[in-house]
């Protein structure tokens, strides 16, 4: 497998603490944990874009999770998302789980992936294109910077890899 760089169109991402509701018997994260940190990221991503209406109307058509090492409860994790492509109807996301040193683990990626969403106003039953406000926002060319967690500590950059064979 080769990583290559993504450059995203747009990016946000979150920190925080790997709560006991995060982890499973064991002590280590739950593997759902990661994509609820990976959706407050994406719900950052579009509050800070002013796009309340994302959310009800865009499903996920597929998701697909790498996971690289444990994360232990009490452990701060930085979750970041891209937005990789916007398609007519759908859109492509890739992220990064992130770990920060702890008594356990001395930190570094723990899970990455992608998913996919798809734009379905309400009462359609299927895909339709996305609308143009939406984006116009997302590929507006001030906003292809990172957006950093707010409370990150140490700062992180995102460095987001997409596997190729």
């Given at each position: 497998?080769?990583?290559?760089?993504?450059?995203?169109?747009?990016?946000?991402?979150?920190?925080?603490?790997?709560?006991?509701?995060?982890?499973?018997?064991?002590?280590?994260?739950?593997?759902?944990?990661?994509?609820?940190?990976?959706?407050?990221?994406?719900a950052e991503l579009f509050r800070q874009l002013a796009l309340p209406d994302y959310f009800p109307s865009?499903?996920?058509?597929?998701?697909?999770?790498?996971?690289?090492?444990?994360?232990?409860?009490?452990?701060?994790?930085?979750?970041?998302?891209?937005?990789?492509?916007?398609?007519?109807?759908?859109?492509?996301?890739?992220?990064?789980?992130?770990?920060?040193?702890?008594?356990?683990?001395?930190?570094?990626?723990?899970?990455?992936?992608?998913?996919?969403?798809?734009?379905?106003?309400?009462?359609?039953?299927?895909?339709?294109?996305?609308?143009?406000?939406?984006?116009?926002?997302?590929?507006?060319?001030?906003?292809?910077?990172?957006?950093?967690?707010?409370?990150?500590?140490?700062?992180?950059?995102?460095?987001?890899?997409?596997?190729?064979?």
């Amino acid at each position: 497998m080769v990583h290559e760089e993504v450059t995203p169109i747009v990016s946000a991402g979150i920190d925080r603490t790997v709560e006991w509701v995060d982890t499973d018997a064991a002590g280590h994260q739950h593997n759902s944990a990661v994509m609820r940190w990976v959706e407050a990221a994406e719900a950052e991503l579009f509050r800070q874009l002013a796009l309340p209406d994302y959310f009800p109307s865009a499903p996920r058509v597929q998701q697909i999770i790498n996971y690289r090492s444990k994360l232990w409860f009490g452990q701060r994790i930085t979750a970041t998302l891209a937005l990789e492509e916007i398609g007519c109807t759908s859109m492509t996301f890739v992220f990064e789980v992130h770990g920060h040193p702890h008594e356990k683990s001395d930190g570094g990626l723990a899970a990455y992936g992608t998913f996919t969403t798809v734009f379905v106003p309400q009462g359609a039953e299927r895909a339709q294109p996305w609308p143009e406000h939406m984006r116009a926002a997302l590929s507006d060319s001030d906003r292809t910077q990172l957006i950093a967690p707010t409370n990150s500590s140490p700062q992180r950059r995102l460095v987001l890899q997409k596997e190729t064979k």
